[in-house]
């Protein structure tokens, strides 16, 4: 059994909690939140036994084994870090940290610690991206990667009243590329490895962060082509192209539908069925990891995640998306 101490009490957390519940192995025992009747809320409703507003009271009382992450991307880092100094094993939401540095801190702070890190990137977690995966010989050369995840934001509307949540502030390392982005690139780089060049375009807000981007980035015999978008919806699939067919993928978030389609026209249906909730398959990857002493995965890898970073920061540096993180 792995006790789990929980940090943030967002939307995802309860996904986390419903799927993470689907494991026999896990148990919810902690919970940290910044204000006490925030905390006694989400614990009542959740039953989850000890409450903290002290992050360093949480690791330090005998009560966790892991940690999972749900915190703004801006506190990922530190977080992070000062869990795994505490001998606890971390599961963080992506983006896993603002920017290269502190996703390297990250992976230096779980070496040191001979614990187990992962980002939680469940898509690429999901039986069906195993099934896209294993079928990509079927493709021949793959000659590009097209990638598009647009989901127009119910909080842009409140930021065009001038509301502007935290979605849409630069201090918690947010903006499209950070939330929606993400899902686009992971599954590349899983798939295919770091590119040779990064070039992006995009849509900055007067916030201080993008509400939409392209990039576009190179291997040695392909292309890729990325999409993500918080202001504008679209219904586009995405879709891998090789010499003898191409992939299509339903939703590149959480994949459900894989279709090949062959040249001439012949299809063929890839995907398996998908039991579980999207997120209990990273949850189960991130509990085998401990009970077999792996400090890794090996999708969801640390290089995948500092490659991840790397790209999403020079497509920043060419928006001119900066962070305060980035300026510690």
Known sequence: MVRFGIIGTNFITERFIEAAKRNDDFELTALYSRTPERAQQFGRKHEIAHLFTDLEEMLGSGQVDAVYIASPNSLHAEQAVLCMDHGKHVLCEKPLASNVAET???IDA????????MEAMKSTMMPNFEALRSSLPKLGQV?????????YSSRYDAYKEGNIQNAFKPEFSNGALM??????IYPLVALFGR??????????????????GSIVVSYDD?????MYSKITDSSLPSEIQGELGSIRIDKISEPNQIVMTYRGGYTEELHVTQYEPPMYYE????????????????????EHSLITAEIMEEARKQLGLIYPADRK
């Open 104 to 106: 390297q801190a990250i």
């Open 110 to 117: 779980a070496k040191r610690n001979n614990v187990v890190l």
């Open 143 to 151: 000659r590009r990667y097209f990638s598009n995840y647009c989901q």
């Open 179 to 184: 939330d929606l982005g993400v899902y686009c």
């Open 195 to 212: 590119p040779n060049t990064v070039k992006a375009t995009g849509v900055m807000l007067e916030s201080g962060v993008d509400g939409e």
């Open 222 to 226: 392909m292309d890729a082509v990325v």
């Open 283 to 302: 949850i189960r990857e991130f509990l085998d990891l401990i009970a077999e002493g792996r400090q890794e995965s090996s999708i969801n890898s640390w």
